[in-house]
């Protein structure tokens, strides 16, 4: 099954104790959704912006949290399933209901003063993803304790992944592929464009279910946009009743999530035989994406994957018609870290995971877009594999 096991956990965890050493913290603490499955596997079913929550890392010790009541049996869950890398969890109510109830949200700075001062960290120098006014407030009640803002330093614990996390996102990958060969199957004139998209992404929860049975899997988006619509990456705004027309470009997006990871798989369709200029942009467009890929070598940089992919472009004379980057990484988030491909100079690593989609955007004619995701080597490793030929984007 495509999971992550503890061999992950200890990975990650020998990565945190790396960057401990480095800024010279005693703990690290994370309070954003991303960076607490990061730590422990777990995906909130929360918001922490309603609920907090914080999982502390210390340097030495295990690992625990501090967790909104709500959340307790989605974690027994977790827990039972064996996914879950924390046991050490103390939950907070959020209103009175009944006497002796859990604390309340206005303790909740006590409440993370009391465990890190019981965990040997309240005279500590420790880091934060983000500053909290929990933790501000926490502080006041620790004077010695010191929290530095860290969220720079932590992005680089994401870039590289583990092969358990690589192996997760090759065979969401595939899936993917199984999707779009399903829209080329679909495609058709004056089919509505939302009814195509939910129509394929209930056969990837089907398929999914078939696969994967049992593990986390769930649908960011499956966004198709067809006709003038496509000019624009996010489209015009009046998907209601938008329907595919004969002639039209459309740009489709595969967007799925399997045990926290993501993968990107675009691509661009013609309803009908393209004319010349929709063939041309095309070509561009697929050449300029095998340019990008071909760049994701270790120890070339992070921005000459946007180089290679903006050197074909600017060959063929459609500069013009560029309004992003090539791409970014995948992982944890859709847009993972680094997320600045354009402008990073920092040597590519083996292990990095990043989405290679250079657009071109015509006004009143669409979008002209082929997001591969490739895995960072000294080979790169395509794991999107649907076809990037004109036939294959042709349906008639």
Known sequence: MPHLTKAVHEYRLASMRKLMDRLRVDALVFGTPDFFQFATNFQLDVWPWERPVFVVVPRNGDTFAVMNELSTNHMRFATEKGKVWLSDITYYAEHPRVANRLPLVPQLPEVVAGLLAEKGLGMSRIAVDVAHPILTAAQRHLPELTLRPSMGDMRGLRWVKHPEELQVMRELGALTDWVQDRYRENIRAGRLVQELDHAMAALMVEEAARRFPGEDFDILKCWTLSGPASASPHGDGAACGARISAGDTI?????????????????????????????????????????????????????????AALQVIERADCAQYVFHRTGHAVGLMLHEYPEDMAFNTRPLLAGEVYSAEPGLYVYGLGGFRLDDTVIVGERPEVIVKTPKTLAYATVE
Do not use: H, I
């Not at 990107?264 to 063939?279: H, L």
């Not at 561009?284 to 994406?289: D, Q, S």
């Open 251 to 307: 740009v489709n997006l595969v967007l799925p999530r399997l045990n926290g990871l993501y993968v990107e798989n675009e691509r661009t369709w013609f309803c009908g035989k393209p004319t010349d200029q929709q063939a041309r942009l095309y070509s561009v467009a697929a050449e300029a994406t095998d340019a990008a890929v071909a760049a994701a070598v270790l120890g070339k940089r992070v921005c000459d994957m946007d180089a």
